[in-house]
């Protein structure tokens, strides 16, 4: 038995047997044993973590002295002092106004003059955006173990600064990931030209995008030497993306992220959100505001009022007929309800309505283009169908009604059941964070309440399983 006698030589010789033995050992036992604690290999198995919540989250906004001012109160709407953990980053000090205490910690840059830049008439600043990644990084395991500590941060959040987030939703979306594997998770462009110039692979920057701890603890070390090689890309987006291609990881598509890269008119993108939840919405600045009769910081914050009282709800669509009337109804809630003459099929009313125009003024054959289903959208509102805006709400505990206003349309002949029409209000139970409809979602059923003539009520309900969305015969 030679090879248990222990000299020198043959030291060499035990080592290559005990890892031999330590990998058949993990080889043959699942993952779940318990696993010695003198294997020295192997990570701690932690316990299953808890629920994750909007406090495992930290947002890291892009910003820049030349816009912080402007964007205040777009971070308002979402940012909550000791709820949320969200830093801001500039590239120089900005004078603090009396007012800031409600906005988040700001953070200055560090110097990136060292990095190369080269893409012919873009920004500079796109390298200092990239290294915020590290910069967040940096500034959570800097910090003692606390409420902002690295025991608590399981996802890193990055966004622009006027990127809209809705955080509770973000929160119950990125819980269905496990924080300690590696993750990558974002949202393509709607616009076909614009994934086509950057990548159909990249999650955009301004929709935002998340990155798991031990993902972002990885990043956070390597991003200074791949910045070095890419001088040539646009953007801080290709920048993190390109560093995380070499790392071997790609992107995971959660489609609740919006980048809005369309201008003008959003209505037909968020009458017919996905069933995901609403994550992330930006370019307020530059789309026409989303309610009628608003400004644009109105507009969003009107939007709130439905979105703080049952977050995973808000533009949720659903759709219900009454067949004596022929008439076919779509509740996308807390925005719009549409009332449509006629039998309208649930596949069409699902596609997205082409209300915006495209991104890139000067019109090309793929600039046209965008990643979803979308139908024609009359300019003849006679042709359209009536439109009820969301008014208000009458909050309860666990259910609520929201009320929606008809929008002041032209003298257009309808039906019976549509001319008198003032007033919609809608029904609907709280979704909760346990339900199946994080887990495998399925589109509720709303029913017309009868009669009706210039209210009408509409409530939301799980639809039976074998239930159909579609006009009775
Ligand atoms: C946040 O917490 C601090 C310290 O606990 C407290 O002084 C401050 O009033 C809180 N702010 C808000 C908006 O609750
Ligand atoms: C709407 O049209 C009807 C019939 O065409 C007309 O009698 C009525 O005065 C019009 N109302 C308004 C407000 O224009
Ligand atoms: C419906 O409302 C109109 C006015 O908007 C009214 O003239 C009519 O009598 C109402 N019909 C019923 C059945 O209440």
Not at 200 to 223: E, K
Not at 350 to 365: H, L
Request: charged share 20%.
């Amino acid at each position: 038995m030679a090879i248990f006698r222990i000299v020198p030589s043959n030291i060499k010789d035990i080592c290559l047997i005990i890892s031999s033995f330590s990998i058949f050992y993990l080889l043959s036992h699942p993952l779940t044993s318990p696993i010695p604690s003198t294997t020295s290999l192997i990570t701690v198995v932690q316990p299953p973590p808890t629920t994750t919540t909007v406090r495992h989250l930290l947002f890291s906004i892009a910003s820049s002295s030349k816009s912080y001012t402007n964007r205040k109160p777009y971070l308002r709407l979402w940012y909550k002092p000791n709820v949320t953990n969200a830093l801001v980053f500039l590239d120089r000090p900005v004078t603090a106004s009396a007012d800031d205490s409600d906005l988040p910690p700001v953070i200055i840059s560090a110097d990136t003059s060292r990095f190369p830049y080269t893409f012919p008439k873009g920004l500079r600043s796109a390298i200092r955006v990239a290294r915020i990644v590290k910069e967040a990084v940096e500034s959570v395991t800097e910090s003692v173990t606390g409420s902002n500590g690295v025991d608590e941060i399981r996802w890193y959040v990055f966004g622009d600064d006027d990127t809209v987030f809705f955080t509770e939703n973000l929160a119950r979306v990125l819980n269905k990931y496990d924080c300690d594997k590696w993750w990558y998770i974002g949202s393509r462009s709607e616009s076909y030209d614009q994934n086509m110039q950057h990548s159909f692979n990249m999650a955009f920057g301004g929709g935002g995008f998340a990155v798991s701890r031990s993902l972002a603890r990885v990043l956070a070390r390597v991003l200074d030497s791949c910045l070095m090689r890419y001088p040539h890309v646009y953007g801080s987006d290709s920048r993190v993306y390109s560093c995380l291609a070499e790392l071997g990881v790609e992107l995971t598509t959660e489609p609740g992220f919006h980048q809005v890269d369309v201008r003008g008119d959003l209505f037909g993108i968020l009458a017919a959100h996905p069933l995901s939840p609403l994550l992330s919405l930006h370019h307020f600045d530059i789309i026409d505001p989303i309610f009628p009769g608003l400004t644009k910081p109105e507009s969003v914050k009107h939007l709130f009022k439905a979105v703080n009282h049952d977050p995973p709800r808000i533009l949720q669509q659903a759709v219900c007929y009454d067949s004596s009337k022929s008439i076919t109804v779509s509740v996308s809630w807390g925005y719009v309800v549409q009332v449509f003459e006629g039998n309208q099929l649930l596949p069409n009313l699902i596609r997205v309505q082409k209300t915006f125009t495209s991104w890139r003024r000067r019109e090309t054959f793929f600039s046209k283009l965008h990643m979803f289903d979308m139908r024609d959208y009359s300019k003849d509102p006679c042709k359209s169908p009536d439109l009820f805006f969301f008014e208000g709400i009458a909050p309860e505990e666990k259910m609520c009604h929201t009320f929606y206003n008809r929008k002041k349309s032209m003298n257009c002949s309808r039906s019976d059941g549509i001319r008198n029409l003032i007033d919609i209000k809608v029904f609907s139970r709280k979704i909760d964070a346990d339900t199946q409809q994080m887990s495998s979602p399925r589109r509720e059923c709303c029913e017309i309440l009868q009669p009706y003539n210039e209210t009408m009520v509409i409530a939301l309900r799980r639809c039976e399983t074998d239930e159909l969305i579609a006009m009775d015969p």
